[in-house]
């Protein structure tokens, strides 16, 4: 049952994942990612951490959407962190898990995510958020699935072994405010399971 696909499991799939970081991500032009930076061109802010970055596609079309910033990412993925590390100079990649960063508190402005917490199961996910605000400063941004509904929630975990969460009343709980969500377009991406639970998540990281 995909009910068995724990934060762990995840994870080390991930880590041990062998493919061909460039060809299979640097160049996947997928347009959720030009949603991804119209949101960052509404924000005001000078640095990003992309937690789960993988081989850098969303940290290429930003620079390139929005020149001048400071970029760098964490991903459990070794391979993918040395890719980043080739091709983004000057920038910080470390590999950490996204519930341990070896970065300081308020690090950078923003801390995006681009489906990675799909894979963290209920009992992980506060755990992630924490560490997400840890190293914030002004913005959280997401990329995950969205539901209000247990039952849909838990239907989608059976279905698929993802997991989706009530983002607003979730990161409300945890000090975030001005939470905003944004329902991915189909024609942004279709299928199952983006098509219906597929959003883009905004919020003002707390002062502290």
Known sequence: MNLLKTTETHKRYWKNRKINWAESYQNWEHPHRFLITAILKSLTWLSLIEVGCGGGANLMNILREIPGRQVGGVDVNPDAIDLCNKTFKGGVFKVNSADDIMLSDKSTD????????????????????????????????????????????????????????????????????????????????????????????????PKR
Do not use: Q
Not at 162 to 169: D, I, M
């Open 110 to 205: 923003v801390v995006l995510s681009d489906a990675v917490l799909i894979y963290v199961n209920p009992h992980d996910i506060r755990r992630y958020i924490r560490e997400l605000k840890r190293i914030g400063r002004k913005y959280l941004v997401l990329c995950e699935f969205n539901s209000t509904s247990l039952w849909n929630r838990w239907a989608l975990k059976i279905n698929s072994g993802y997991n989706a969460y009530p983002w607003k009343r979730l990161l409300e709980s945890e000090g975030f405010y001005d939470v905003v969500l944004f329902k991915i377009p189909k024609e942004v991406w279709s299928g199952t399971p983006w098509e219906e639970f597929g959003y883009l998540v905004v919020a003002t990281i």
